[in-house]
């Protein structure tokens, strides 16, 4: 018998995706903004090309000493003129005293600038000797620089250099962050070392958690559900919850069940990472809808498919000595294919029902509807299949993450609204203690702004578990 259930899990984009880095990439540090174009620059790179480019400029030991002569002998010259002028002020001074004070203070002045070069002479050539001609350690363009655009203004590097192929650009998307200071940011995606994007598997398994534990939390967490303000820590609730949904029950005390965790049947659930993909990322602007200030992002454009490894372990499962510690009960039925999709199905219908009835409440939400509608459809087609649509990632909504309504309803409204007061979930002590039955929780969504107005929903992927071959 396979130690291992092993599936192709497939996932393709409805619309874009942002799973976060936790990197947040700043103007003139990690990019620049030509002509409506934002260019991802790889910093030490811009700065080596830079270094290189000014030490190429830089003159060799004899053509610098060269340099040094030639002014020395401007200056003795320069010198020399003064020494006369001085002389003829002496002999024939202006009748009129302001303008001959005037020339005495100019030819003062005169002498002082001579000395003070001829100073600045003696101490580049002290320098020379010293150095052997290599000059200084940090170009002084480079210590006086702050930014990219700075480089560009030292011309030690030009517009030129930000093309396809060059060492100094990553990557480069169409437009540019709607904050225009000069503090801009953009909220990076997830990329591997060489920069091309990829699905986190620990993104794809919390998923899978958050669609199970929706499906099964009204028929194994009843208890929980009925006393989850009684108490005063959110994080322990919860773990009371996930306990109820995903623990097996223990059979018996055993050695080998060190921690309580290793009763979690998900840990018997593996996601790999993605394969990546050779593809750019989308730069996006986001609002929190309906009133809220603009996010820039990088994001995974909609119509990408990734592919990605599903093993289900099946030894806690079929082992007769793994089932005498812990009992699994009809987890294993509950983890195959069919049975996965359609809990993802169901999870799907009811947020995008959800989802469809908040925004049709606001008129400049026309494509977001449309966009549901479509999406709607698509779920109808999937029935009987083992595909399931779902939101992942950044911006996907605190709905997809989160228990949602089954924490509501008639029976539990009053107690999600103390819940809300009591843990304070909207973030605000205010509103949360505002907070009263029937409100909509969340009020907000974030959204994918075009040309002004609300184009799309964030991180909505479909999933198809495969057989693998071989």
């Keep these: 018998m396979p130690i291992n259930h092993v599936y192709r899990l497939r996932i393709e984009t409805i619309s874009p995706l942002c799973v976060l880095s936790g990197k947040t990439l700043l103007k003139e540090i990690d990019f620049t903004v030509i002509n409506k174009m934002t260019y991802v620059i790889d910093s030490d790179a811009a700065l080596e090309v830079a270094l ?41 001074p202006p009748r009129d005293p302001r303008k001959a004070a005037k020339e005495e203070q ?46 560009l203004e030292s011309k030690l590097l030009t517009p030129d250099d930000l093309t396809v192929g060059s060492p100094i650009v990553r990557y480069a998307y169409a437009g540019q962050p709607e904050v225009k200071s000069e503090y801009s940011a953009i909220l990076a995606c997830v990329k591997n070392p060489a920069d091309r994007l990829y699905l986190p598997g620990s993104s794809l398994k919390g998923a899978l958690r958050s669609v199970l534990a929706w499906a099964l939390a009204s028929e194994r967490a009843t208890r929980q559900l009925q006393t989850y303000t ?40 593996h996601v790999s990472d993605s394969q990546p993909i050779a593809q750019s990322p989308l730069l996006l602007q986001v609002r929190v809808f309906p009133r809220g200030s603009p996010i820039a992002v990088e994001a995974i ?3 990408v498919t990734f592919t990605a490894v599903l093993q289900i372990e099946q030894y806690p499962f079929t082992n007769r000595d793994a089932r005498a510690i812990i009992d699994f009960g009809d987890w294993a039925q509950r983890l195959q294919p069919a049975a996965l999709a359609a809990s993802g199905r169901q999870r799907a219908q009811g947020l995008i029902e959800s989802e469809l009835a908040f925004f049709k409440r606001h008129t400049a939400a026309a494509e977001l509807v449309r966009f549901y509608d479509r999406i709607a459809d698509r779920l109808r087609q999937l029935e009987g299949t083992t595909a399931f649509l779902v939101p992942l990632g950044w911006g996907a909504g605190w709905r997809s993450k989160t228990l949602d309504n089954r924490l509501r309803g008639e029976q539990r409204e009053e107690a999600f609204v103390q819940a809300v007061k009591q843990y304070n979930m909207k973030l605000n002590r205010q509103r949360s203690e505002r907070f009263q039955p029937g409100d909509a929780f969340p009020a907000t969504r974030k959204v994918i702004m075009r040309n002004g107005q609300p184009w799309l929903p964030l991180g909505w992927v479909c ?8």
């Design 52 to 92: 290189q480019r000014w030490l190429e400029r830089q003159p060799s030991p004899e053509q610098r000493q060269a340099e040094l002569s030639a002014r020395e002998e401007k200056l003795q010259q320069r010198k020399q003129r003064n020494i006369a002028e001085i002389a003829r002020f002496e002999q024939s």
């Design 106 to 151: 100019r030819l003062a002045t005169e002498a002082e600038k001579i000395k003070e070069a001829f100073a600045r002479l003696r101490k580049e050539r002290e320098e020379l000797a010293a150095t052997g001609g290599v000059g200084p350690v940090v170009p002084p363009e480079l210590l006086r620089n702050s930014g990219f655009s700075d480089l």
């Design 230 to 269: 009684d108490e005063r820590d959110n994080r322990r609730v919860a773990r009371q919850i996930e306990q109820a949904i995903f623990y097996g029950r223990k059979v018996r005390n055993d050695q080998r069940v060190s921690h309580d965790m290793l009763r979690d049947v998900l840990r018997t659930v």
């Design 301 to 303: 454009p909609a119509g």
């Design 463 to 470: 999933v198809t578990i495969e057989e693998r071959n071989g």
